[in-house]
């Protein structure tokens, strides 16, 4: 059996598992594996991200900046655009075959034994995510990193990443996402979160609602922890357009750094930007050293976020975007206006069912000149015909297409009728993937044929 087929061995058997949807507050069952290893997630530093958007690039901002110092970084996010290495990443790539499936079978008597323990209590055996954070923590251990950089699955406090003791907790700009798990209001939804914040440990914190930002104050106070928030200890000073993404300057908390370039698209992402600096001067001279600027300015130059207002296509523009909730579509259709220069867009949406769809497409539908309605390849995918529903509603003309295949060809022969016009792929993380994937395999970069 070759590396490869070892590697998506592993993948089949955490599918078997109770899937990622599935979430109980039982960070408890994931410790005592981890105990039973060692606690492998003790021997690195960690930088422990979390907030309802914008957690994922902040990670991979981090993870790029820390990786320029010159230290060996872990990287975990969620989900997986094409592959689920790719949530494990070691040095700013996806963890390799063999490395993955090694951990594996590292921990598979642990967890023989941990899923007995569950069993005669009468509780359910350990979960797909819980297994991956266990995989990951040990993967890492093996590699072994100096730096994780972890972002939460769902919420914070009960999350079984929250088994790590992130020396620095990074708390991205927190919106109402996953209600039925997490709490109704923002300040609920804030309590869940700051149950990342460690004894002592630094946090730094996207500007918040105000509701939201009592609480992490409150928490912060209770752990004697350091608080920075944006906009008071650190900000966003300056962006400027340039070719493949824009220049900011940023005030960090230990010095002010000008024109750093940045190759992400949207006001969104300058911010970012600020807080993940803000997250590496906390754990780099305890947010009392300034960064080397060419070092910083390597950082954030090689910063990546597939899925993120990506150029997938072009002859016709081709973006991909993993807005997923009504804050993310809001943070999309400011991007589309600022970043880009096109009269009209289409725009190709698909989305969960158990997602905000009327908030979704009401924000993503009026910025929209035709939507086309499709569905990701999933269970959760809500019907096309409720999304074109919706969008008509919303007084924009609408098509209904039943696989992402054909809407995004009706989507680009309608940009290639005008070099004014261009296409946006949304509304789900699984739709962006799938997205990714088809514009490799008909190399949409190779220009639109009738």
């Known amino acids: 059996m070759n590396d490869r087929t070892r590697a998506d061995a592993v993948y089949a058997a955490l599918l078997e598992r109770q899937g990622e949807r599935w979430v109980e507050p039982r960070v408890d069952r994931t410790r005592r594996a981890l105990d039973l290893l060692g606690d492998p997630q003790r021997t690195y530093r960690v930088i422990h991200v979390t907030g309802t958007n914008g957690k994922t690039s902040t990670s991979r901002i981090i993870e790029s900046i820390v990786r320029a110092h010159g230290l060996r970084t872990g990287l975990f996010t969620s989900p997986h655009l094409e592959r689920f290495t790719e949530r494990v ?81 990074v708390i991205a700009p927190i919106d109402i996402d996953h209600a039925d798990r997490l709490g109704s209001t923002i300040a609920e939804i804030a309590r869940v979160k700051a149950g990342i914040i460690k004894q002592s440990a630094a946090v730094v914190s996207a500007q918040q609602d105000p509701a939201a930002a009592a609480v992490l104050t409150e928490a912060a106070r209770r752990r004697e922890a350091t608080l920075a928030t944006e906009g008071e200890q650190f900000g966003l000073l300056e962006q400027k357009l340039a070719v493949g993404g824009q220049l900011v300057t940023v005030r960090g908390l230990a010095g002010t750094y000008e024109e750093l370039y940045l190759p992400l698209y949207g006001a969104h992402q300058g911010h970012n930007a600020a807080l993940a600096i803000a997250a590496v001067e906390s754990l780099i001279g305890g947010a009392r050293q300034t960064l080397a600027g060419d070092v910083l300015a390597d950082g954030l130059a090689g910063a990546t976020s597939p899925g993120r207002l990506q150029l997938v296509g072009v002859a016709p523009t081709v973006l991909v975007d993993s807005a997923h909730n009504p804050h993310g579509a809001r943070a999309l259709v400011t991007a589309l206006s600022d970043s880009f220069d096109f009269d009209e867009w289409g725009l190709v949406l698909g989305a969960f069912e158990d997602k905000d769809i009327a908030g979704i497409v009401g924000t993503l539908a009026p910025a929209a000149a035709h939507v086309f309605a499709t569905a990701p390849e999933s269970d959760r995918a809500a019907d096309p015909d409720t999304v074109a529903d919706l969008a008509e509603q919303a007084g924009t003309p609408v098509t209904v297409h039943h696989d992402l295949g054909q809407a995004s060809e009706a989507a680009r022969a309608w940009a290639a009728a005008s070099e004014r016009r261009a ?4 509304g789900s993380v699984v739709l962006a993937g799938e997205a990714v994937m088809l514009a490799a395999a008909e190399d949409w970069k190779a220009g639109y044929e009738a």
């Open 89 to 169: 990443m070691v040095d700013g790539e996806p963890i390799a075959d063999a490395a993955i499936a090694d951990a594996w079978e590292e921990i598979a008597p642990i967890v023989a034994l941990v899923d007995a323990e569950l069993e005669a209590k009468g509780e359910a055996a350990l979960t797909f995510f819980e297994l991956l954070t266990v995989l990951a923590f040990v993967a890492f251990a093996d590699a072994p990193v100096d730096v994780a950089v972890v972002e939460v699955g769902m919420g914070g406090e009960w999350d079984s990443t929250n088994t790590a003791d992130g020396d620095v907790a």
């Open 423 to 426: 296409v946006i792929i949304a």
